[in-house]
């Protein structure tokens, strides 16, 4: 039997049968695979540590050809990411972003671009968990660019007016902002002021280690963050399942 190895994260887990679990695995030579963990379950099962959310392992996987689902029979923890499973937040903030991933990857499709978006990402969040929903958004917007959905934010899509100062409207599938001037009626469009089109850019340019430089109060920093995360919707038109859960959640901490 040929092993495959691959480096990855877990986005997904579930229950399967009486010991095992099926996983979505987000691996940088294989893209978004699902895999199947037999007896994890166990209490004495070796690979439990190496399935959680975002943790980073090098697993070891083998799968028939007319199978489904991969066989994932060994693992090496690499990033545990712990500090950012002690805080029940910081947990939501994670399955948004996995959500992000599951909802926009194609199966089988690597993209080593947006697995190394995906560690910067971790790794800040890691390090200040202070400003998660302008991480967030940085990376909803660096992941449209990296899927090939760039956001123009300068000046507008239609009449090449500049924008600076401006209200301006996101409108999906038209590659970034209108003016007023241009934009169509519709519910499609997103409204933005000249501060949040301002923010917008910054989040977009900056480092993901250099976010944490934009001080937002909190209700701002929130609406930037449902911003992004409609315009991603719409672009690439699948729902995420867990806003309305993060949102209950961080209303309540």
Not at 116 to 134: F, K, V, W
Not at 140 to 161: N, S, W
Not at 168 to 175: C, D, E, K, N, Q
Not at 217 to 244: C, M, N, Q
Request: aromatic share 8%; hydrophobic share 40%.
């Amino acid at each position: 039997m040929n092993f495959i190895p691959a480096r990855g994260f877990v986005l997904e887990s579930r229950n399967f049968a009486e010991a095992d679990k099926i996983v979505q695995l987000y691996t940088l030579s294989l893209g978004r695979i699902k895999a199947i963990v037999k007896g994890v379950r166990k209490p004495k099962s070796k690979l439990s540590s190496a399935i959680d959310l975002f943790t980073e392992s090098s697993f070891s996987l083998h799968k028939k050809p007319s199978a489904d689902l991969y066989v994932l029979s060994q693992a090496k923890v690499l990033n545990s990411y712990s500090e950012l499973k002690k805080d029940f937040k910081t947990i939501t903030a994670l399955q948004v972003l996995a959500d992000i991933l599951v909802q926009s990857l194609h199966d089988t499709e690597p993209h080593p671009e947006v697995y190394s978006l995906l560690r910067e990402t971790l790794s800040a969040m890691n390090r200040d968990n202070s400003g998660l929903e302008s991480l967030l958004a940085s990376f909803g917007l660096k992941f449209l660019d990296l899927l090939g959905y760039p956001l123009e934010l300068t000046a507008c899509v239609e009449c090449e007016t500049p924008l600076l100062r401006k209200k301006a409207y996101l409108i999906p599938h038209r590659g970034g902002a209108l003016c007023e001037d241009c934009c169509p009626t519709g519910p499609s469009r997103l409204k933005v002021s000249p501060v949040e089109l301002e923010v917008l850019k910054k989040l977009w340019t900056l480092p993901m280690e250099k976010v944490h430089i934009l001080k937002m109060k909190p209700a701002f920093s929130r609406g930037i963050l449902l911003t992004v995360l409609e315009y991603l919707e719409r672009t690439v038109e699948r729902k995420l399942k867990t806003v309305e859960y993060y949102l209950s959640v961080s209303e309540k901490i």
